[in-house]
C-alpha cells in the first residue's frame, strides 16, 4: 500500500461500536424521526443529526422533543418511535469495510467487544441481520447495563473487565465524539472514524482519525494486517452509478489540467451516504461512444472545500469536445485511498496522477478488467 508505519501501540483486544461506525443508522433513523415529525406539523430537517450522534435514545429523544418543542413527554416520544425503529432495523446497511474488520479479526482470534449505548434490545435486533455478527463478539454490552453510558468510561471499562483485558491493552474504533471521550477516558487506546462529515477537527483527542474502516491498518496496533490489498488497490463488492453528465465546477481542465465528467448527484444521496470520501476507480460507459477506464473522486475535496459530496469521476482516455448531458454509467471494482487534503496545487495533482497510473495499471489485470463486460455499461437496467 505505502511505506510501513511505526506501531503505535500493540493490543490485545478491540472494543467497537455499533451505529455509525459498524452500520449506517442515520439514514433510517431521519426517515423515522421525518415521518413521525410530521404527525406533530414539524419538518425534520436534519440539524439535530450532529447533536445526537452518539447518545441514548433517551438522549436523543429529549433532544428532539426540546428542540422541535413537542407537546409529549420523553418517555411518550420513546413509546412512540421504537416500533417505527424496530421496523426499519432489518434495513440497515453494514458501513464499508464492518463485515471486512471484524471477519479479519475474528478470523485471527482477536478478543472482540461490541459496546454501544444503545438498549440491549436494539443491539440484538440491529445485529441480527448481519450474517456472523453474534457470534464473533466475546462480549457485547449495551446502554442499559451500565449505570451512564457514554462519554462515561463505564461501557468500555465493564468491556475490558469482561475481556478480563487491561483497560490499556484495548482499542476502541468509535464514530461519535462522546465515544471517543469515553475510550480515552478509560485509559484506552481509539481511532476515531467520524460519521459526520467534515468534522475530523473536533476528533483532537483520538489516537488516530481516519476516514472509513476501509483505511484501518491493524498492524499498526500489533494486529495481523489485512492481506487483501493488491499492487495499491482494494477490491470491493461492485456497486453501480449513472446519469446524464453535468457541468461541475469548471475547475478540472481549467485548474487541474483533468477533465473530469461530472454526475449529477439528484437521486444519488443515499447512494453517496453509503460510500466513504475517497479515491475509487472502474470502468465507464457512454451511451454512444463505448467503455473506457476511471478513476474517480467521492467527497468534499478539501482542497477546494465543496459545500456537498460530489462525484467526479476522470475518464483516462482522450476525447475530441466534451459530452455534457450524455448518459454516463459506471462500474466502481477498487478503491484507493481516502480523500486527503494537499497543502499545495502540485502536490494534489501530482496525487491524481498516480491514483490515474494505479487505476490504470489495476484494471488491465483479469480480476478488474472482467468487470468491463458488465451490462449495465452498455445500458442494460440492473
Not at 469548471?250 to 449529477?264: D, F, H, Q
Not at 450524455?326 to 485511498?337: A, D, F, N, S, T
Request: charged residues 20%.
Amino acid at each position: 500500500m505505502s511505506i510501513a508505519k511505526p506501531l503505535k501501540k500493540a493490543v490485545a483486544a478491540v472494543i467497537l461500536d455499533l451505529d455509525g461506525t459498524l452500520i449506517n443508522t442515520d439514514g433510517i433513523l431521519g426517515d423515522v424521526l421525518k415521518a413521525l415529525l410530521l404527525k406533530y406539523g414539524k419538518q425534520w430537517d436534519g440539524r439535530e443529526a450532529q447533536k445526537i450522534v452518539g447518545k441514548t435514545p433517551l438522549e436523543e429523544a429529549a433532544i428532539v422533543v426540546g428542540d422541535y418543542e413537542l407537546p409529549c413527554s420523553i418517555d411518550e416520544f420513546v413509546t412512540q418511535i421504537t416500533p417505527l425503529l424496530y421496523d426499519q432495523f432489518c434495513n440497515i446497511k453494514a458501513l464499508p469495510g464492518a463485515n471486512r474488520l471484524i471477519k479479519h479479526l475474528s478470523g485471527h482470534n482477536v478478543l472482540l467487544a461490541l459496546a454501544s449505548n444503545s438498549p440491549r434490545a436494539y443491539i440484538e435486533s440491529k445485529i441480527s441481520y448481519q450474517q456472523g455478527w453474534k457470534e464473533s463478539f466475546s462480549v457485547i454490552i449495551a446502554g442499559d447495563e451500565v449505570r451512564a453510558g457514554k462519554p462515561s468510561p463505564e461501557i468500555f471499562l465493564e468491556a475490558a473487565k469482561r475481556l478480563n483485558i487491561e483497560p490499556s491493552s484495548c482499542l476502541v474504533i468509535e464514530d461519535s465524539l462522546p465515544g471517543v471521550t469515553g475510550g480515552k477516558a478509560a485509559g484506552m487506546e481509539v481511532v476515531a472514524v467520524p460519521s459526520i462529515p467534515k468534522q475530523t477537527h473536533l476528533y483532537i483527542a483520538a489516537d488516530e482519525v481516519i476516514s472509513s474502516l476501509l483505511d484501518l491498518q491493524p498492524e499498526l496496533w500489533g494486529l495481523p494486517p489485512f492481506d487483501d490489498w493488491i499492487d495499491g488497490t482494494l477490491p470491493l463488492e461492485i456497486w453501480h452509478i449513472g446519469g446524464p453528465v453535468v457541468k461541475g465546477f469548471g475547475r478540472g481542465s481549467k485548474v487541474l489540467g483533468i477533465p473530469t465528467a461530472n454526475l449529477s448527484t439528484k437521486g444519488y444521496s443515499a447512494l453517496l451516504s453509503e460510500h466513504p470520501s475517497g479515491v475509487y476507480f472502474g470502468w465507464a460507459g457512454l451511451s454512444t461512444r463505448g467503455v473506457y477506464k476511471m478513476v474517480m473522486n467521492i467527497g468534499w475535496n478539501p482542497y477546494f472545500n465543496n459545500t456537498e459530496k460530489s462525484i467526479e469521476p476522470w475518464l483516462l482516455h482522450e476525447f475530441d469536445g466534451d459530452f455534457y448531458g450524455e448518459e454516463l454509467r459506471l462500474v466502481i471494482v477498487g478503491y484507493i485511498r481516502p480523500e486527503a487534503n494537499f497543502t499545495s496545487l502540485e502536490s494534489l495533482i501530482a496525487k491524481i496522477h498516480e491514483d490515474r497510473r494505479i487505476a490504470e495499471r489495476a484494471l488491465d489485470t483479469p480480476l478488474y478488467l472482467k468487470y468491463k463486460d458488465d451490462p449495465y455499461l452498455k445500458g442494460s437496467s440492473l
